[in-house]
């Protein structure tokens, strides 16, 4: 099992709807949570951190995180076709706070 | 301009020769790390530091080396390098340990060819 898992997509949206973006991880330990946005050919940048359980909101962006059943969702509403990116969900290990461990991303596409 | 950089930006070359990858960052963070992302696989860390000449294999430690002499600088050195070392590399920094300061800032990437 892989210790952070996301669908690979792509994951089409029309233009104006809610994406909704899905992180499972294994480590129960983890307390950090990061959601970070890479277009193509471009490096990562951050768009949320989440380390309490519940929704933590950013303008068109909602980070949901539930410990207990150790997963992490981001949910952008009004996607706009500037949203089409790949998106990387990413947790810190419990023993050494440095240590981020990054899922596979998921490549979301919103359609005009 | 808060910033990371690495140089070079591209690099082709063959089987076997030394290569440095170079890395910079001027924001006095104490973390540093690099990262390969291969196709379907995400970013895998390679090596990270805590500070100045603490470092620590992250999950993909063959065949890399790193040092971190200097606060701001942390490069990589690929002593023999082999095709399957092709791939994009990206170096990272972050202010310390807790909470929001765990927010890495990735340099621009730097895509290695091994022939």
């Known amino acids: 099992q892989k210790e952070v898992e996301q669908n690979s997509g792509p994951l089409s949206v029309p233009e104006g709807a809610i994406a909704s973006l899905n992180c499972t991880y294994s480590?129960?330990?983890?307390?950090?949570f990061f959601w970070y946005r890479q277009y193509s050919g471009k490096s990562p940048e951050l768009i949320m951190f989440?380390?309490?359980?519940g929704d933590k909101e950013d303008g068109r962006f909602t980070a949901q995180l539930n410990k207990a059943s150790q997963y992490v969702s981001l949910l952008i509403r009004d996607s706009q076709p500037s949203d089409s990116a790949t998106y990387l969900c990413?947790?810190?290990?419990?023993?050494?706070?440095?240590?981020?461990?990054f899922g596979s991303g998921t490549r979301l596409s919103i359609r005009p | 301009e808060a910033q990371v950089t690495q140089n070079p930006r591209y690099l082709i070359t063959v089987t076997g020769k030394k290569l440095t990858v170079t890395c910079s960052q001027n924001?006095?963070?104490?973390?540093m790390s690099w990262y390969r992302q291969d196709p379907g696989l995400g970013l895998r860390q390679i090596y990270y530091?805590?500070?100045?000449?603490?470092?620590d294999k992250g999950d993909v430690p063959e065949g890399y080396k790193v040092s971190r002499k200097e606060k701001r600088n942390f490069p990589l050195i690929l002593e023999s390098p082999s095709p399957n070392q092709t791939s994009l590399y990206f170096c990272?920094?972050?202010?310390?340990?807790?909470?929001?300061?765990?927010?890495?800032?990735f340099g621009p990437g730097t895509r290695l060819t091994v022939l």
């Open positions: 990272a920094s972050s202010p310390g340990l807790a909470g929001k300061y765990n927010e890495q800032f």
């Open positions: 480590d129960r330990g983890s307390q950090s």
């Open positions: 989440i380390y309490s359980n």
């Open positions: 990413a947790v810190n290990n419990r023993y050494s706070a440095s240590k981020i461990i």
């Open positions: 924001m006095n963070h104490e973390y």
């Open positions: 530091s805590m500070n100045v000449e603490v470092t």
